[in-house]
């Protein structure tokens, strides 16, 4: 990582507030360069508050942007950190409107030219995209980073149409945390009480929402572009990693927007920016490559700061002429949870689907076999969103695979995959509802198994996300879905391994009777792998990443003996196994201006091997937000739980907020949610 400290502009920052239409005046952090000509301006919108949560990681980018001319802003969602009004749901057609808004206002500003950016990541890049296809005028550019274009079927609540028990029930309990954090009386003054109980007085457990529409409803529909891609207007950069959940939408992207208007960019990364270092790497100089982008979409010019135009010379011949798609095809590799940087090379596609990939077919072989995989089948899958932490991916697959069924392919010769494999397999099952596992294992001379990618189908979405068909108990149907996009190398005297399983807990919420499995005949079933030309491309490379000066953060050294990030525990005797995650999302920091932030959680995940009906899970949290100088000492716990049985989920959600040690909000909320489709 190459630290910037000099520019071609020298800046300041000045914290603001956004005025909208209502009244509500939302919180924002400005980087300006120092000059009189009006420059673009670079809008990043979370709810994930500036002042302290996001704050390490806008001071490697913003400050940066300003330095190569251009006003970059963060700005708190409305309800969130230090802005005013009351939270909503992720996404929420207020959310969306105000982003609007401030678009519009930063045009409108004597400093700005009247081009406007969006940029982020997870959900500043879904926001960035959804606004885009609201298509205010000003709004010229994006970059999308760890998107989705689909809210069903490609975030962080159904999957094949099945409910992400991992974090549909995670991330519910983390923004129950986060939306009940309070503002901080340092930006927003004696008012910060008043503003927090209000806050707190509006907020509903994100999860009833979540766990109430389980088919892709209208619910679903709002804010998921691809249900329009034709809405945005924008030139759009979509960037995605083979080991985060989003990566599918850079290729939907690819595919369905104009390509004068869109380039796609996938590396080996986890969910992160490409220029933080954090495995799996390599890392890039995304800064520079994103730089590319914004000065010929809102200044037209082009600038050599990216060496990814074909030419290695630093000059580039445009950001335009790049291939439709730059993607990273890894090397095989052992399995590992970590892996510092995945050997590989970058190909280029000109259009996708892509005239050098074909999808070929591997008819499975042999006679029907039963499918009933133990219900903990899935404790291996690894981290559903890996964040380049060292428990992340998955395990050696050996234990999972024993638990499904096998199909393997010897590899002749290297084969290159990229794309999203298929599935097709004649199913018969004993029951009404079920759900159908494919993996994806690259396996060594030695054994060993290494996840490539994974699939998953509720039995019921089979005839669509957005129904619910019962299966006739004894029937037999041919059913096809998708795995996740890879882009993987197999080397010869490996064999390709296709694991199908009927549980994956805890990614996958177990339906009522799955126990019993179904099924599977080989004869009309088939793995079909998207096989690349083995053409790399060596003048797709890129510039060392590069970051302005860090924030300064002190992480206070601890005697406490750190707990595992994953700890699988058995009960043999009971036969119930328990995963505790640790998500590790920052411990206790202290920021320069004296702000002491704490917070720890803890995820359990807990299932009788042969019951799917025992299946449950608890998040807890706590977050405390400490300035000794002022004093101020204020502290958030929460607790989240999900159980089910055969008709309903059942939900208790908890919150308790703090200051000091006076209570000022204290609700707990117990819902039954029936299982219409999960």
Known sequence: MRIRTSFPYETFHEDIRVPLTDGTKLYARVWRPL??????????????????????????????YAGHGYASVRVDVRGHGNSEGLP????????????????????????????????????????????????????????????????YDNDVHYMGGSVLAVD??????????????????AYVGESWRDLWVERLESVDPF???????????????????????????????????????????????????????????????????????????????????????????????????????????GTGTGVMSEPLLRSYVSDSHPPATVYPVLPGRWVGDPAWPSPLVAHVPYALQGAPVVVRSPQHTGLDAGRFF??????????????????????????????????RPRVRLRLTSPVMRGQVVARLCDVAPDGSSTLVTRGVLNLTARHGRDQVVLWKPGSTEEVLFELNGIGHAFPPGHRIRLAVSSAYWPWIWPQPGSEAGFTLTPSGSALELPLRAQESDPSIVFEEPEQSAPLGVNFPATLDEPRPERLVVRDVAKGEWRLEVDPRYGGTR???????????????Y???????????????????????????????????EISCDETDFITANEVICKDGDEVVFHRTWEKRIPRTAG
């Open 207 to 313: 999860l009833h929402t979540w766990l109430a529409h389980q088919t892709r409803d209208e619910q679903w529909r709002h804010g998921s572009v691809c249900e329009d891609y034709s809405a945005i207007r924008a030139a759009v950069l979509a960037v995605g990693g083979w080991h985060d959940p989003y990566r599918d939408t850079v290729l939907r992207l690819v595919e369905h927007l104009p390509p004068d208007r869109v380039r796609g960019l996938i590396g080996p990364w986890s969910h992160q920016y490409p220029d933080r270092g954090l495995p799996p790497g390599p890392a890039i100089g995304f800064l520079q490559e994103t730089l590319r982008w914004w000065d010929h979409w809102l200044k037209d010019t082009e600038t050599g700061v990216g060496t990814g135009s074909g030419t290695g010379t």
């Open 386 to 419: 890996p964040f380049g932490n060292e428990a992340d991916l998955p395990p050696d697959q050996r234990e999972e695979d024993a638990r499904s069924v096998c199909f393997e392919f010897d590899v002749q010769e290297e084969t290159w995959v990229l794309g």
């Open 35 to 64: 000059t009189d000509e009006p420059v673009p301006a670079l809008l990043e919108y979370l709810p994930y508050r500036l002042t302290d949560w996001t704050a390490p990681r806008d001071w490697q980018r913003h400050p940066w």
């Open 590 to 604: 202290v920021y320069p201006d004296g702000l002491e932030f704490t917070e720890d959680a803890l995820e359990t």
């Open 88 to 151: 909503g749901d992720e996404y929420a057609t207020t959310e969306l409107a105000d982003g609007v808004e401030v678009v519009d206002w930063l045009a409108a500003q004597p400093w700005c030219s009247g081009r406007v950016g969006m940029f982020g990541i997870s959900w500043g890049g879904f926001n960035s995209l959804q606004i885009a296809a609201l298509a205010p005028e000003p709004l010229k550019a994006v970059v999308t980073v760890c998107s989705s274009d689909d809210r």
């Open 168 to 185: 549909m029930h995670a991330w519910a309990a983390t923004m129950l945390a986060f939306v009940s954090r309070p503002p901080d009386p």
């Open 606 to 640: 807990t299932i009788n091997e042969s019951d799917p009906l025992s299946a449950r899970t608890r998040s807890d949290w706590s977050v405390r937000l400490h300035r000794p100088d002022m004093p101020w000492d204020a502290s958030v716990e929460t607790r989240s």
